[in-house]
């Protein structure tokens, strides 16, 4: 409810479905940067391969920071607009 329109049902949805759906892929992406991560130690014969998984483990890590951030900015808007006060 913005300014005192009610927001249409359908933008809530929309609003709901982008926080459950980012929120879920920074979840895994967190998942497989630690998995990467952690896969660093044991690995000592190759160090292309420990450079390879440390950066995998970055990527992941950067996807789950901006899948978080769409994921808190829909929320916050979903607060905004369609919650009853």
Do not use: H
């Amino acid at each position: 409810m913005a300014g005192g329109v009610k927001t249409p049902a359908s933008r809530c949805e929309q609003l709901d479905d982008r926080r459950m759906w980012w929120g879920g892929l920074a979840k895994g992406a967190a998942v497989v940067a630690g998995a990467s991560g952690i896969a660093t130690l044991p690995v000592k014969d190759s160090e292309e391969a420990r450079i390879g998984l440390a950066v995998g483990a970055l990527g992941a890590a950067t996807v789950a920071a901006v899948a978080i951030a769409v994921e808190e900015g829909a929320a916050s808007s979903w607060a905004r607009e369609c919650s009853v006060r």
